[in-house]
């Protein structure tokens, strides 16, 4: 038979409450591992193939340039690949609301709120859609979704509300579970 008290008892056990909301944002990359690889061996074998042709015409240094061209094809890959490691993880419970921001170096930065004394703000561009999202709280200001296109921050934005407005309503008794 139930009491009734079994979120105050699992509050009090140290229980993690239950999520209304939770996201993982990254920077999305279209190309991955196995693409990175066709494409570097694609230019480099073209690169090759065209650096001989001029080696065989006497033009010799041309060859040390398309092999350097190859190498800075590569180095841009990487570094982009360095910066896909970044990551902004949003979470949402009936007591708080948690942002955590992993940036591509490993830095992290956390935010906590107070879903009650939150709001969601945005700036829409006619013909681009929404630009940016900021989540305001008692005069802090951080922006949300930076990674997301214009649909995706609006889908996020969506679901975002409709999390906070469950906070806000607080958490709900259900004796069958």
Do not use: C
């Not at 056990?13 to 999305?28: D, W």
């Not at 180095?75 to 910066?83: L, S």
Request: zero cysteines; hydrophobic letters at 45%.
């Amino acid at each position: 038979m139930s009491t009734g008290n079994e979120i105050e008892r699992a509050e009090a056990e140290g229980h993690a409450e239950r999520q209304i909301f939770s996201a993982l944002l990254t920077p999305h990359r279209s190309l991955n591992r196995t693409g990175f690889l066709a494409v570097m061996l694609f230019l480099s074998v073209v690169s090759f193939v065209t650096g001989i042709v001029f080696l065989m015409q006497g033009a010799w240094p041309v060859l040390g340039f398309f092999g350097l061209d190859v190498l800075v094809v590569w180095w841009a890959f990487k570094v982009n690949f360095r910066t896909g490691r970044a990551r902004e993880e949003i979470t949402v419970t009936t007591t708080e609301l948690r942002v955590r921001r992993i940036s591509h170096h490993g830095q992290v930065a956390e935010w906590t709120f107070n879903p009650l004394w939150v709001r969601l703000d945005m700036e829409v561009d006619e013909d681009f859609g929404i630009e940016h999202l900021y989540l305001i709280s008692r005069g802090h200001q951080i922006q949300l979704a930076r990674f997301l296109g214009p649909d995706e921050k609006a889908s996020f934005y969506k679901g975002l509300i409709e999390a906070l407005n469950a906070a806000k309503r607080g958490p709900t008794y259900n004796p069958v579970t």
